[in-house]
């Protein structure tokens, strides 16, 4: 079954930098959109950011120029790495394969960001 397991969340300092790292199986990666989600405190769950299976990538708005997603076909892994983090990053971090009518999410990885 769909298997996705993300490490790499903590607590940082706002400015500072976390890299999100998320390990698939259980399904062909490679032909795959997968994105990363977040649910931040009392807001609605949001799309940061996605791939395509060729490497194209969507941003949030709120997030452009901060974080980067990238994937890594051989290994199955997708990664989003944040940088200039700031305090309303704080969040619940989900990694997510967005299929066509379902799509699989995994358990999450929390972000803190706080001084």
């Known amino acids: 079954q769909v298997q996705l397991v993300e490490s790499g969340g903590g607590l940082v300092q706002p400015g500072g930098s976390l890299r999100l790292s998320c390990a698939a199986s259980?399904?062909?990666?490679?032909?795959?959109?997968m994105g990363w989600y977040r649910q931040c405190p009392g807001k609605e769950r949001e799309l940061v950011a996605r791939?395509?299976?060729?490497?194209?990538?969507n941003y949030a708005d709120s997030v452009k120029g901060r974080f980067t997603i990238s994937r890594d076909n051989a290994k199955n892994t997708v990664a989003l790495q944040m940088n200039s983090l700031k305090p309303e990053d704080t969040g619940r971090y989900y990694c997510?394969?967005?299929?066509?009518?379902?799509?699989?999410w995994g358990q999450g990885t929390q972000v803190t960001v706080s001084s």
């Open positions: 997510v394969l967005i299929g066509i009518g379902q799509s699989y």
């Open positions: 791939i395509t299976s060729s490497g194209g990538t």
């Open positions: 259980g399904f062909i990666f490679s032909v795959n959109l």
